[in-house]
């Protein structure tokens, strides 16, 4: 029965008109380029409830998350509201997570704001392109690994290189903020220059900036603690703005955001040169490194929560496609965001939509709510960044490892000062390396276990785990690449 229907099922394909079988190959490749085709097609009524309130609390998040990490990669604010809002035009169209939020992130936005100073020579305008650049460059990265099928590339990158980078990279971001919550100007260099300078100069303090942003960094704890995945830090940043207007805090000596435009900038690419593209390729390489394990770990984190099926691989043309659109929207280098995409799972999305719902409503923030956002005080925002950097310093990981396994304890605290020491591109370079030797390590010596039946059942295992296994006469079982011993 089931041979004949195989068999008529062939025929009717090979009496199917050839334009036929044409055209359901390229619908069948537009699909895989863009499942979005595939998704909205099965759309119920019933899901843009749950996406719109998703997408409502999502763009409550992003807006002080585009201001932050702004300031973080030394750009003005508006660059990070573009790169959030354009790139979350397009990446609902391509990703095939369903809740992951592309986003400006912490750990990029310091890598581009310490990198590219040098190159810049102190000019704020060739700093924005060149930042802008950088994204693109991701872009075309991720496009290219997309072709190449290389998603595969996120199992080189060990956690315990992951851990000890985001812990250095905490550790650098709060040595940038401190200064500001405390009121006085922060200066250049590395970790330990900027941290010796903070020190310092502590006697510089100004205790109305002090004092607003120690309340609001407390406000934003107590909403982690009793308010989780809830706007906490866009109230925050609405009751800064409405404190220091109402106060008059610039007159105490309270530095404020500035003017932020209004409106949407020129489309189109940055004013670069062609040999500026060489000296961007290795920190665009560190962004798209970067930005490709997290939000390769976010899809397979919310797949398997959910059960849905995760493609890595086109999740990189998620991110060439949102990374093209925020270089060309005056941005700079995007991710997946691990709390935007907490949020927006938790504000109950059911499909992408609610991203692409998310970018609209930044789109009317952009068109006319900015001009409010002068009057943000730079304490508020240096603690909203300091509480967003507690999530990346991840302690318990480290003591896990510590007890686990020593030697990858090790290479965590190897990456971590290899941020500190050698400077955040330098350290993403580093812990690669670390992955790579880790790799051939494992590859050269394999693991080799010898097996034994398990008494009583026709099963085997290790026998130096379970001495009670019996050998089995006259045969050596072996395993090749077993689970090793903890």
């Known amino acids: 029965m089931g041979e004949d229907i195989a068999a008529t099922k062939e025929t009717a394909e090979n009496l199917e008109p050839a334009g036929s079988k044409l055209q359901r190959a390229v619908r069948r490749g537009w699909y895989n380029i863009f499942p979005a085709f595939t998704w909205l097609r099965t759309y119920q009524p019933k899901w843009l409830r749950a996406d719109l309130i998703a997408g409502v609390t999502l763009a409550a998040y992003l807006m002080p998350a585009g201001l932050a990490d702004a300031s973080l990669a030394n750009l003005p604010p508006e660059a990070g509201l573009y790169a959030c809002l354009f790139s979350g035009l397009v990446f609902w169209l391509f990703c095939s997570s369903r809740h992951t939020a592309i986003t400006v992130t912490s750990a990029i936005s310091v890598l581009v704001g310490a990198s590219l100073g040098d190159l810049a020579g102190g000019d704020p305008s060739r700093f924005w392109a060149l930042a802008s650049c950088t994204a693109l460059i991701v872009g075309g990265l991720g496009f290219i690994a997309w072709l190449a099928k290389a998603g595969v590339i996120v199992n080189f990158i060990s956690e315990s290189v992951l851990v000890g980078f985001k812990c250095g990279i905490a550790l650098f971001i709060a040595s940038t903020q401190l200064p500001k919550l405390f009121g006085f100007k922060g200066s250049h260099g590395d970790f330990w220059e900027r941290s010796g300078y903070f020190f310092s100069h502590l006697r510089q303090t100004n205790t109305a900036s002090l004092l607003l942003g120690i309340c609001a960094f407390a406000v934003l704890l107590l909403g982690k603690r009793f308010l989780k995945n809830k706007p906490v830090a866009l109230f925050v940043v609405i009751a800064g703005i409405v404190v220091a207007a109402s106060m008059d805090l610039g007159s105490l000596g309270v530095k404020l955001l500035g003017q932020v435009p209004q409106g949407l900038p020129p489309f189109g690419l940055p004013a670069v040169h062609v040999s500026d593209l060489n000296d961007l390729l290795p920190l665009a390489l560190g962004c798209f490194l970067l930005g490709m394990v997290e939000t390769a770990a976010l899809g397979r984190m ?12 086109q999740e990189l043309l998620g991110i060439a496609g949102a990374n093209v659109m925020a270089g060309l929207g005056h941005g700079f280098p995007v991710s997946g965001g691990m709390s935007q995409s907490l949020v927006n799972e938790s504000g109950g999305a059911r499909t992408p939509l609610s991203g692409f719902i998310g970018s609209l409503l930044m789109l009317l923030i952009v068109l006319f709510l900015s001009g409010v956002l002068r009057y943000l005080p730079q304490p508020v925002l240096a603690a909203i960044v300091l509480m967003a950097v507690m999530g990346l310093f991840n302690v318990t990981a ?11 304890f090790v290479v965590a605290i190897a990456a971590l000062l290899g941020v500190l020491g050698s400077g955040l591109l330098r350290g993403v370079l580093i812990g690669a390396i670390i992955s790579v030797v880790q790799l051939l390590r494992r590859a050269s010596r394999p693991r080799v276990a010898f097996l034994g039946r398990i008494p009583g059942s026709r099963r085997f295992s290790d026998m130096a785990r379970h001495s009670d296994n019996e050998p089995v006469p006259g045969a050596l079982l072996v395993r090749v690449e077993s689970r090793q011993r903890r």
């Not at 490892?401 to 990858?408: N, Q, V």
């Open 398 to 408: 480290l003591k896990h490892f510590w007890r686990a396994d020593r030697t990858e």
């Open 302 to 313: 919310f797949a398997a929560k959910h059960g849905y099926r995760f493609d890595p691989n």
